[in-house]
């Protein structure tokens, strides 16, 4: 516990201050929220950890690399601080400090688990993906060793900045964390500061789903859920474009494009599932720019970072598989380390068939007609109560909300926000509707509605509560309590360490001898039928692999698939 708190503190100082470094490099600031620049810490942190990982190892100098960016963010992070908090109410910082604090006890109490093997797919590929990464950066052809390998997330290439010195094998603690807190301090900070009731409406309902998410929170690697969370902030600054003071001259407005456009980039960079938005965003970038006239040189500039980071992870995704759109098995290039097409569409058919009918039948969804399919989809899953509260409940609520707003408000700008979020949902639906993947999509859906449904009315302001004395005495010592609470049940607990937290293991492995012009060894599970290696040594595999070497001896150079007679 203790650890993960000092662990948070230091890198998501370094992470903010990337971030701050970064908005000032490509012209965006913003007073309204500093903790956007968490987020922008992110994307420009994920798509250099992506950009090095061409070229060598992302490795303990990495690490240096990326504490000398955030160390000389600092100083503008502390200008954007500075700015803020003497505009704000002093009550209203004060409430703000105590609820993150505890939050930030709540997720030191939650993670600092001792067993890291709880997690399926990074067991599968996920901690296999980070090492790679940590030890060789970005090997030809790794799709070739195993299908899953070749998938490029930005999440993973994150983690494996992390998953260096004292964090080393760490980093299923350290990214959850990371997640939830930059989303919970960016959403909380709307629900206090904001001044419309809409707003804050928005900010309540992610901060609903996020919060169930944490209290369900594990380690992992997985790379779902903050997608979503960048993806409710990309809507909501997108709002405050679109929606800003009437008197404002227009190309003020595209300031804010710069910004959204490489967190809408960050997002598909993470999972191709946040396609819609970064179209939706091109759509607003593209608008706003033909409307204010400005030069080619301002679009440039807009859009240089977003077309810089996507080019970087379309180039990765060539060196992995030979695909550059990979898990989407089009285009490929005739490149010696290719995967096959065979091996390609299987991964992607996988993908497609598996959230429709879970189990060995997966491929009976993709061979027969959609009510084959939908019907035992359907009943499955309203016969879960999770389904039902997380999914369908906000998706119904905010059809009953998007019709309101159309025959009362009659906004075009709401129906922009109303298509957007809700071809979101389409496209999860298409493309692999399990709610584990999608229910962020719905939360947003409703929070819009909900921030056109009341768009003029004032803001409820917090402080009011914090001046009542009984109030503010029975929360301090509620909130004493919690702290104390958090750190007695880690030290009791025989699954928590107060001191550190867990790595990830290896799980059980042997040698396999992979027949080829130059024979070499990989590792395999030992149990039959188990497909998972964990964090075991390179290169492993889920079972016996028909390839080779490109260069005998040197893992690097990566591999390519052979064919027998």
């Known amino acids: 516990m203790v650890f993960l708190l000092f662990s948070l503190l230091i890198l998501g100082l370094s992470l903010t201050g990337a971030g701050c470094l970064a ?55 502390y200008r954007e601080y500075k700015q803020f908090i003497a505009h704000e109410s002093k009550t209203l910082i004060t409430i703000f400090i105590y609820i993150a604090v505890a939050f930030l006890f709540g997720i030191a109490f939650l993670l600092p688990v001792t067993d890291l093997m709880g997690a399926y797919d990074t067991a599968l590929y996920h901690a296999q993906t980070v090492r790679w990464i940590n030890e060789y950066g970005t090997p030809p052809g790794l799709g070739n060793l195993h299908t899953r390998l070749a998938f490029n997330s930005s999440w993973l290439s994150f983690a494996a900045l992390f998953d260096n010195g004292p964090w080393d094998n760490r980093s299923e603690c350290i990214l959850p964390a990371l997640c939830w807190i930059g989303a919970f301090l960016y959403f909380f900070h709307e629900l206090l500061f904001a001044r419309k009731k809409g707003v804050q409406l928005y900010a309540f309902c992610i901060l609903v789903w996020s919060l169930h998410s944490v209290v369900h929170i594990y380690p992992n690697l997985f790379y779902d859920m903050p997608v979503h969370v960048i993806n409710a902030i990309v809507a909501l600054e997108a709002y405050y474009i679109l929606t800003g003071t009437p008197n404002k001259p227009l190309e003020e407005k595209t300031n804010g494009i710069t910004g959204i456009l490489m967190l809408s980039a960050g997002a598909f960079m993470i ?16 608008f706003l720019l033909l409307q204010s006239k400005r030069p080619f040189i301002a679009w440039v500039k807009i859009f240089c970072p977003a077309a810089f980071a996507l080019f970087v992870w379309m180039i990765r995704n060539i060196l992995l598989s030979g695909y550059p759109l990979y898990p989407l098995p089009v285009l490929p290039l005739p490149l010696d380390w290719t995967m096959t097409h065979a091996a390609a569409q299987g991964n992607y058919t996988a993908i497609l068939g598996w959230a429709r009918m879970p189990g060995p039948g997966y491929l009976e969804s993709l061979n027969n007609g959609f009510l084959f399919w939908f019907k035992p989809w359907l009943t499955e899953n309203l016969s879960s109560r999770n389904f039902i509260v997380w999914t369908a409940f906000p998706f119904l609520l905010s059809t009953f909300f998007w019709v309101l707003v159309v025959r009362v408000a009659r906004n075009k700008k709401a129906f922009f926000f109303m298509i957007w979020s809700n071809l979101n949902i389409l496209y999860w639906f298409l493309a692999a509707p399990d709610s584990r993947f999608g229910n962020g999509f719905f939360w947003v859906t409703l929070a819009l509605s909900l921030l056109f449904l009341f768009p003029s009315e004032a803001g409820f302001h917090f402080s009011v509560l914090w001046n009542n004395k009984i109030i503010r005495w029975t929360f301090r010592y509620v909130w004493i309590l919690a702290i104390i609470g958090s750190m007695g049940m880690t030290v009791l ?73």
């Not at 956007?36 to 690399?65: A, E, M, Q, R």
């Not at 607990?493 to 990989?522: H, L, N």
Request: glycine share 10%; aromatic share 16%; with cysteine.
């Open 493 to 565: 607990s025989s699954k928590r360490s107060f001191f550190t937290i867990g790595f990830a293991q290896s799980f059980p492995v042997k040698e396999y001898t992979v027949e080829s012009d130059t024979p070499f060894t990989i590792w395999i599970p030992v149990e039959t039928g188990e497909d998972r290696t964990g964090n075991s040594p390179l290169p492993s595999a889920p079972g016996p692999v028909n390839l080779e070497m490109r260069k005998h001896g040197d893992l690097g150079q990566g591999f390519r698939h052979i064919l027998h007679d």
């Open 271 to 286: 999972k191709p599932i946040g396609a819609v938005s970064l179209l939706f965003t091109g759509i607003l970038a593209c």
């Open 23 to 77: 908005g000032r490099l490509f012209g965006f600031r913003s007073v309204r929220n500093p903790w956007i620049f968490w987020w922008f810490g992110f994307f420009i942190v994920s798509t250099l950890s992506l950009f090095s990982s061409l070229f060598f190892p992302v490795n303990k100098i990495s690490l240096i690399v990326f504490f000398i960016i955030g160390i000389i963010g600092l100083p503008f992070l």
